[in-house]
Every structure is written in structure tokens, then in C-alpha cells.
């Protein structure tokens, strides 16, 4: 009469039960890295937003409205999980003013974000960023 498990069935379940155990953590990992982007990714919409309503809302002799690309004078901003770098091309348009803002962060260790002097720059550093742009007038 067999009585028990054989050793074999025993490192069987052990390897099935480690097996669920390593995914559940790989899945912990991915959604608070997830969790950790969408955070910053709201951040920066919100930062980015309110930057398009500032220059909505100034005359159009501002400094800030002046064709070419702007760094914020604030750069580095704290908000929120980290630090965001915000910065506007301003040029003209058939229907007025267009302006792009860009909106860029340090994702941990990264320190390229502090000083792009353009567009061109901000994509070819890899840094996270969005970019909104509006029609000012």
C-alpha cells in the first residue's frame, strides 16, 4: 500500500508553488512601475496644461511669446513624484500664435532634461516627455 508522496511529486509541487510565487512578484514589480509612470505622466500633463493657459492668458508683446524656443526660468520643478523641466517653441501660424510646450522629467538617475536648447534635443536624449500645443491668438 502506497502511504505519502514520493519525493519527486514533493519537488514537483515545490517547483509549481515557486514557479506562482516568481510571477505574482514579476507582476507586483511591472504595476508599480506602472503605477510610478502614470503618476509622473499625469504630473507633467498638468504642468504642461497649465503652462498653455499662462500663455493663452499674456499679451502679445510677453517675452514669453516671442518665436523661438523658451526654457522655464522655474526649471527644475518639483511636482509631485519628481522633477519636471518645461519649455515652449512659440511661432507664428495662419491662425495666430502657436505655441508647443514640452513637458520632461528625470526618470531616476537620468540628468539630461536640465538645459535642451531645442525640440531637436529634448527627442534625441531618450528623456521622458509630452508635448501639448495650442493656438494662442
Not at 508553488?17 to 502614470?38: D, H, K, N, P, W
Not at 492668458?57 to 526649471?75: F, K, R, Y
Request: proline share 4%; glycine share 8%.
Amino acid at each position: 500500500m502506497n502511504r505519502g508522496f514520493s519525493l519527486l511529486e514533493v519537488m514537483i509541487t515545490l517547483v509549481v508553488i515557486m514557479l506562482v510565487f516568481v510571477a505574482s512578484a514579476r507582476i507586483s514589480v511591472v504595476t508599480a512601475q506602472s503605477g510610478r509612470y502614470s503618476e509622473a505622466l499625469t504630473a507633467a500633463s498638468v504642468l504642461g496644461h497649465t503652462t498653455l493657459v499662462r500663455l493663452k492668458g499674456l499679451p502679445c508683446e510677453s517675452p514669453d511669446l516671442e518665436s523661438g524656443w523658451h526654457q522655464d526660468p522655474e526649471n527644475p520643478i518639483e511636482y509631485g513624484p519628481g522633477q519636471y523641466y518645461r519649455f515652449w517653441q512659440v511661432s507664428a501660424a495662419a491662425e495666430g500664435i502657436r505655441s508647443d510646450v514640452h513637458v520632461a522629467w528625470d526618470e531616476g538617475m537620468r540628468q539630461e532634461a536640465r538645459n535642451f536648447g531645442s525640440f531637436v534635443e529634448l527627442e534625441q536624449s531618450g528623456c521622458p516627455h509630452i508635448s501639448l500645443s495650442g493656438i494662442i491668438r
